[in-house]
Each structure stands twice: as C-alpha cells, then as structure tokens.
C-alpha cells in the first residue's frame, strides 16, 4: 500500500473519485474492539472527499434511485492506496483513532 501524504488527501480522494466513481465498493470498519463489520456491501461509489476545516473523510455511495448513504470517519490519521498489478485500485485504507476503515473497489470483469 502507498501511504498518501496529507497535504495532498484533498486532491488524491478526488482522483481517486474520477477513476472510481459508480464502480461496485464495499465499506469494511475494522475497530480493535470489535473485528472487521462490513457498514455496506454492493453499493456505487458517488464520491470520497477530505474536509480539512472538520478533519474528517466522508465516502459517499448509493444504492439504486433514492437510495443514498454517506459513511464519515472523523480525525483520520493515516491515508493508504493499494492498486493491483494492472494499476487499477483495489482498497483504499483510511486509518484513524477507533481502528481503520477500508474501502475495497470491486474489479471489473
């Protein structure tokens, strides 16, 4: 996994919108306390986006018309991407205080 400077999260989630959008995600929470919980499977990703001013990445998705939900993860501290051998991205690692939160994009067949 590539570790993404801070300084550029704002500009690197919104690249990583423009090659990902619509595409099939999963979002998997991974506390200590807790283990791995998937919070959605089989959504469209809509977009990622880092609000310096709240500290705070929030992951957009929908699931059909009308069907909208935003996942935020409040004081991230470290921000990850894993891309395969074909260079497209697999898991977007988003590590913070209660553990991490990982976003897997669904390959394309």
């Known amino acids: 996994m590539a570790r993404l400077p801070r300084n550029r999260w704002i500009a690197e989630l919104k690249e990583f919108t423009n090659r990902n959008a619509a595409r099939e995600v999963v979002v998997e ?11 959605v499977s089989r959504y469209d990703l809509r977009g990622v986006a880092y609000d310096p001013r709240d500290d705070r990445i929030e992951i957009m998705v929908s699931h059909g018309p009308g069907v909208h939900m935003t996942h935020s993860i409040a004081a991230p501290t470290a921000l990850e991407l894993a891309s395969g051998a074909d260079v497209k991205d ?14 897997h994009v669904k390959r394309d067949a």
């Open 29 to 39: 929470e991974d506390a200590p306390d807790l283990g791995a919980q998937r919070e």
């Open 90 to 103: 697999e898991v977007l690692r988003i590590e913070h205080d209660g553990g991490q939160t990982l976003l």
